[in-house]
């Protein structure tokens, strides 16, 4: 690898969570778990990584195009994107349950959805950890797993104390830039008011771009002024860019301390900004990368 390329393993493919069991507290949650032959449709990336890791997988009979994670959804039927979605897609397959991601629409499929008579459930969306558990206490109540869901719910504040005390042993700040889009013409930078900027601050570093909001093109210009010590950026973003060289030929990417330095940290999209099930995981494995003094034999919790 370049430089010091790095990939956080456990928010991509080779995630600690394996497809058949979530170990917690010593625990193994089932993720095809019998349950009540719900015939669920799920919409949203970190919702539909809930239902999983709460084990009621196999209700599950359809996805949205933004769940990804755990792998087995992939074979799932889509109803495209949560945003855009055709009430006769979704009806087509009869579920008697709908756990929807805050956002969910248009306002008329919604519409439509709802005076046919299917179920609908809210989930709040939100940044951070507190977004997380808030969402697996909804799916859980809703599917009569708050047994599990405490599991899940304890695992993640267990998590957040080990990186509060894992803040305190953090020597420098770095100044860091979350770069994100699809292909040379679609990549932006965030700024404040995003997902990647909350996930920076718990951290422990510094957003590179705090003075702009919301997620920004970027410019040469742009990114000197920021002087990011190290980028993060999702896998499926760098694989559009054509990989670390790729990235490196966007007009002032190699012109900062990140780029000379060639520090990258690669990411799993979801895990990193979807706020779901793999928060605390995605958070201490990316203090770990950007703080090189965390490595040094501090055991997890």
Same mark, same amino acid.
């Given at each position: 690898m370049p430089g010091s390329w790095l990939r956080v393993s456990s928010l991509g493919r080779l995630a600690r969570w394996t497809v058949a069991?979530?170990?917690? %507290?010593?625990?193994?949650?089932?993720?095809?778990?019998? /349950?009540?032959?719900?015939?669920? !449709?799920?919409? +949203? %990336?970190?919702?539909?990584?809930?239902?999983?890791?709460?084990?009621?997988? @196999?209700?599950?009979?359809?996805?949205?195009?933004?769940?990804?994670? $755990?792998?087995?959804?992939?074979?799932? $039927?889509?109803?495209? &994107?949560?945003?855009?979605?055709?009430?006769?897609?979704?009806? /087509?397959? @009869? =579920?008697?349950? #709908?756990?929807?991601?805050?956002?969910?629409?248009? =306002? $008329?499929?919604?519409?439509?959805?709802?005076? /046919?008579?299917? *179920?609908?459930?809210?989930?709040?969306?939100? &940044?951070?950890?507190?977004?997380? #558990?808030?969402?697996?206490?909804?799916?859980?109540?809703?599917?009569?797993?708050?047994?599990?869901?405490?599991?899940?719910?304890?695992?993640?504040? /267990?998590?957040?104390?080990?990186?509060?005390?894992? *803040?305190?042993?953090?020597?420098? !700040? =770095?100044?860091?830039?979350?770069?994100? +889009?699809?292909?040379?013409?679609? !990549?932006?930078?965030?700024?404040? +008011?995003? %997902?990647?900027?909350v996930m920076i601050d718990l951290a422990g570093a510094e957003n590179a771009a705090s003075s702009m909001q919301g997620y920004q093109p970027i410019s040469a210009e742009a990114l000197v002024l920021a002087a990011p010590d190290a980028y993060v950026i999702p896998e499926t973003t760098l694989a559009s860019l054509g990989g670390f060289e790729g990235m490196m030929r966007l007009p002032g990417m190699s012109a900062t301390p990140a780029g000379r330095s060639k520090r990258v940290v690669e990411v799993d999209l979801l895990g990193f900004i979807g706020f779901g099930p793999r928060v605390g995981d995605s958070l201490i494995d990316l203090m770990r990368e950007l703080h090189p003094e965390l490595k040094r034999d501090v055991p997890r919790r």
């Open positions: 069991a979530v170990a917690i %507290g010593g625990a193994s949650l089932d993720l095809n778990a019998e /349950s009540h032959s719900r015939r669920i !449709v799920s919409l +949203g %990336g970190s919702v539909t990584e809930t239902v999983f890791a709460l084990g009621a997988g @196999a209700d599950v009979i359809a996805v949205d195009q933004s769940s990804l994670f $755990p792998e087995q959804v992939r074979a799932l $039927p889509q109803v495209g &994107y949560f945003r855009r979605l055709s009430a006769e897609g979704v009806l /087509s397959l @009869a =579920p008697d349950l #709908i756990l929807a991601s805050e956002g969910s629409g248009p =306002p $008329p499929v919604i519409d439509q959805l709802e005076a /046919s008579g299917v *179920r609908i459930v809210w989930v709040e969306d939100g &940044y951070g950890p507190d977004a997380a #558990i808030g969402k697996i206490r909804t799916v859980a109540r809703e599917l009569g797993l708050e047994e599990r869901g405490q599991e899940l719910e304890n695992r993640i504040i /267990s998590q957040i104390g080990e990186a509060e005390d894992l *803040r305190k042993l953090i020597v420098e !700040v =770095p100044r860091v830039a979350f770069i994100w +889009g699809h292909g040379a013409g679609g !990549v932006t930078m965030a700024g404040s +008011g995003t %997902g990647a900027a």
